[in-house]
């Protein structure tokens, strides 16, 4: 069963998002203001968390600033990687593009359906799922191209072994010429030359979609429709400032590989193979 986390201030809202989610079949945990959400995710309560709703404008405080906060308190573990959706009256480009720089996975503006609202959620669930399977695709694949013509790029036999928590969280392994990268869906940790990274959802999207071709280049508009069900090409530009916050982590465990490359006018790349 889906959990949801609703932090909204306004009962009307928070009684309509109820009722819709509970005909889902999700459970669902109302909070009314931003200082209860901290100790919620800390408490045994929390540990089932599908995805948070999260409204910008609390009483107590910021709806962003919470949800960075979110993303940056290392002990409730894989907590701080769950889905945000930001429900706004801010129709303003500016807020939209700082909410998903902030670690937003999407957002709503007010006034909206509840049903959008659903929606939503089951497409970040469902883009999770894919972006996965295409993943192991592609590494199952290199395994297969590197038995047969290359041996010393071969993956870690850890990349086929199946979690016995999740029969679907196979932990895959990629080589190329920037290194070897580890992902374990999991707890969401992408590993390079073993240093785990300290990425947002997005920043983790961006690179396993970098990952899947080396040798390929993105658009700005082709890693946002890799983040993102409901794209809007005025967003795209947040692709930089994700391109930039992955980069400066890079450079703390390397600084001596350029890991992604800028193809001015066209995008960016990762390494080659």
């Not at 409204?55 to 290392?74: A, E, K, N, W």
């Not at 409730?76 to 945000?84: F, N, R, Y």
């Not at 870690?156 to 080589?175: C, I, P, R, Y």
Request: with cysteine.
């Amino acid at each position: 069963m889906n959990h949801i986390l609703l932090v909204e201030d306004d009962p009307a809202i928070a009684m309509s998002l109820k009722v819709t989610c509970k005909r889902e079949g999700w459970k669902i945990t109302w909070l009314d203001n931003a200082s209860s959400v901290l100790p919620m995710l800390h408490s045994n309560e929390a540990q089932d968390l599908s995805a948070i709703i999260l409204d910008v404008g609390l009483p107590d405080g910021d709806g962003l600033s919470l949800c960075q906060q979110i993303r940056h308190t290392p002990d409730i573990g894989t907590l701080k990687d769950v889905p945000v959706v930001f429900l706004t009256a801010r129709s303003d480009e500016v807020d939209r593009i700082l909410g998903l720089e902030m670690g937003g996975d999407d957002y709503c503006a007010k006034p909206f359906s509840p049903r959008e609202l659903v929606a939503r959620l089951k497409a970040i669930w469902r883009r999770e799922q894919l972006l996965y399977e295409q993943t192991a695709a592609h590494t199952t694949a290199t395994d297969n191209a590197t038995d047969d013509t290359s041996p010393s790029l071969s993956s870690s036999t850890s990349s086929n072994t199946v979690s016995s928590h999740n029969m679907s969280g196979q932990a895959l392994t990629f080589e190329c010429q920037s290194g070897v990268w580890h992902y374990q869906p999991l707890n969401y940790s992408l590993k390079w030359q073993e240093q785990k990274l300290e990425l947002s959802n997005t920043e983790r999207k961006i690179l396993l979609t970098l990952l899947q071709a080396p040798n390929q280049v993105f658009s700005r508009e082709q890693l946002l429709n890799a983040v993102s069900d409901y794209p809007d090409h005025r967003l795209a530009r947040t692709i930089d400032s994700h391109i930039k916050s992955i980069r400066k982590q890079l450079a703390t465990i390397d600084p001596s590989i350029d890991v992604i490359h800028t193809h001015r006018g066209l995008g960016y790349a990762l390494c080659p193979a």
